[in-house]
């Protein structure tokens, strides 16, 4: 898949976001704050993190947050969270924190990105997701 980076010239998906929520193709993803929701973890001095719709260009990354969405804070429950490829609205920016989070695999943290909303192409099948 070559370098998962993406850039400012490199706006071209395919993308996918990770959830508990059970969405339909069409339906638009907006961030945890613009909706008056919490977020799923305690971001502290980074609540700005819940302004953005978060994307990875891997499925099996989306996977490993739709399955800790699921989790909620005791972490991912394995198989439980949803997939979508999305089109993103606006400009794609890199993960603003892209250093490693000791926490979790390197390979979670090297494909982070982010918009402002997304809208919903499809669900993804459990079984087209590799294993986190």
């Known amino acids: 898949m070559g370098n998962l980076w ?25 961030s945890a704050k613009e909706l008056g929701h919490p977020g799923n973890h305690d971001y502290g001095e980074f609540d700005s993190r819940r ?33 979508y490829e999305v089109t993103p609205h606006g400009p794609v920016f890199p993960h603003p924190e892209i250093d490693h989070d000791p926490m979790l695999p390197r390979s979670l943290n090297e494909d982070q990105a982010h918009a402002q909303r997304a809208t ?13």
């Open 51 to 83: 302004s953005r719709v978060w994307l990875t260009r891997k499925p099996s990354s989306a996977g490993f947050w739709g399955d800790w969405a699921a989790g909620g804070q005791q972490g991912p429950k394995d198989g439980a969270g949803h997939v």
């Open 120 to 132: 919903v192409i499809r669900r993804l099948p459990r079984e087209e997701v590799e294993p986190w």
């Open 6 to 30: 993406v850039t400012a010239s490199d706006q071209d998906g395919p993308f996918y976001h990770g959830t508990n929520a059970d969405l339909e193709p069409g339906d638009e993803i907006k």
